[in-house]
């Protein structure tokens, strides 16, 4: 699966995060910059998402997702934002049928 990652954190101690997937204490991700959108692909049989400020454990995480479900070519967007009460979202990339050079807005 590709997974697309946005860091809009806003935290202090999160001006580049980690990411780590099912619950691995070594990060999929590191030092993802804020502000930025990071493609990573990533095993279908990935069932949690971790994230933590860069250079702390998954024990730190202030984005934790559980109980998730991707398929081997599915296409997906994940962004945390927020300071005092981080949220983050998760949803599948509809694709298909766009031309090469173009954009689809939904």
């Keep these: 699966a590709n997974l697309r ?15 780590y997937l099912n619950d691995s204490p070594t990060p999929a991700l590191t030092d993802v910059a804020y502000e930025a959108m ?7 049989s990935t069932t949690s998402i971790d994230i933590a400020p860069a250079g702390m ?4 995480a202030v984005i934790s997702a559980d109980n998730l479900s991707f398929t081997t070519d599915g296409n997906y ?3 945390a934002w927020g300071n005092m009460t981080p949220a983050a979202y998760l949803t599948e990339d509809n694709l298909a049928g766009i ?5 689809r807005l939904n």
Excluded: F
Aim: net charge negative; hydrophobic share 50%.
């Design 77 to 79: 967007s994940m962004c």
């Design 99 to 103: 031309p090469a050079g173009s954009t």
């Design 57 to 60: 454990t998954i024990g730190d």
């Design 38 to 44: 990071t493609l990573v692909t990533i095993p279908a």
């Design 5 to 19: 990652v946005g860091h809009l954190l806003t935290l202090p101690a999160a001006a580049m995060v980690d990411v």
